[in-house]
């Protein structure tokens, strides 16, 4: 089992920065993906951006984003506090949602799914 632990949620003005975080309780160099997905209201979750932790610090990790936030948003890890890292800057009423951060595991003879709590972000004036 993999616990994930998100913190850094809150109100924010349009065009304002958040940092959301998630800590697992599982070193970052044996996370397959980490990824991170937001549900706004009466709307089905979507997938926001993932990173691919190598299995070392020396590794590349491939990053990814969906449209709508590409060039905004950057995520990043800091292996030594098992911790990943949603930067979001320029934010829009649009990103107003709860997001979720999620991490595959591979065990071996199975893939691990899991998810963290849900931290609610809001972009209001």
């Known amino acids: 089992q993999v616990q994930l632990t998100e913190s850094g949620g809150g109100l924010v003005q349009p065009g304002g920065s958040l940092t959301l975080s998630c800590t697992a309780t599982e070193s970052i160099f044996n996370i397959n993906r980490m990824g991170w997905y937001r549900q706004a209201p009466g709307k089905q979750r979507e997938w926001v951006a993932y990173i691919l932790p190598g299995s070392d610090a020396t590794s590349y990790s491939p990053t990814n984003f969906a449209d709508s936030v590409k060039g905004r948003f950057t995520i990043s890890t800091d292996n030594a506090k098992n911790t990943g890292y949603l930067q979001m800057n320029s934010l829009k009423p649009d990103d107003t949602a709860v997001y979720y951060c999620?991490?595959?595991?591979?065990?071996?003879?199975?893939?691990?799914?899991?998810w963290g709590q849900g931290i609610q972000v809001t972009v209001s004036s």
């Open positions: 999620n991490v595959q595991r591979n065990w071996g003879n199975y893939v691990g799914d899991y």
